[in-house]
């Protein structure tokens, strides 16, 4: 008898040792923060980071959501033309036609992506592929997908993506 009794202490004491060390786990986690805030702690995505404050989608990006967000990479905006991004950031409407060229409404994980057209927040249609976890977006790679915010998803790539010409 004494011997079920010292059991059943073992038991309760592991489980309640358990449970405290699930819930002490659970505080620690971060919670996923916006995707203003995701693409300012991101270092690769420095460029993106300073171009959305100029162009004034900081609040935007901040706000209720969701997004999905094709982020070019700083290696991608290295790559544009000489004085592109002195060029964008002299004129606020054009730098911001490009980056909403880049967001779609709504939370598109990697596991969504289906063959397809979608319409980016400026209107503008964006082809969209997939091939097993390799997702495309227009010309761009994504070379890292699914960096949750908390009112989107981002997906970083590897290219500038050019809104068509009206």
């Known amino acids: 008898m004494q011997y079920q009794t010292a059991l059943r202490l073992t038991r309760r004491l592991s489980l309640a040792l358990t449970a405290i060390a699930l819930v002490s786990a659970c505080a620690s986690l971060q919670k996923p923060v916006s995707l203003a805030d995701t693409i300012a702690n991101t270092p690769e995505l420095s460029t993106l980071n ?26 991608a905006f290295k790559a544009l033309k000489a004085g592109t991004l002195e060029d964008l950031s002299k004129h606020p409407q054009k730098l911001k036609d490009l980056l909403t060229y880049h967001a779609v ?13 979608v319409k980016a927040v400026n209107g503008d249609p964006l082809a969209l592929s997939k091939a097993g976890d390799f997702v495309t977006v227009e010309n761009a790679l994504a070379v890292k997908g699914d960096v949750m915010a908390s009112n989107g998803v981002i997906h970083i790539i590897d290219t500038v993506m050019t809104p068509p010409k009206k």
């Open 50 to 75: 300073t171009l959305v404050k100029t162009a004034g989608l900081t609040e935007t990006l901040q706000g209720p959501g969701p997004i999905t967000l094709f982020a070019p990479n700083d290696a």
């Open 105 to 117: 409404p709504g939370a598109l994980t990697v596991k969504d992506v289906k063959n397809s057209t």
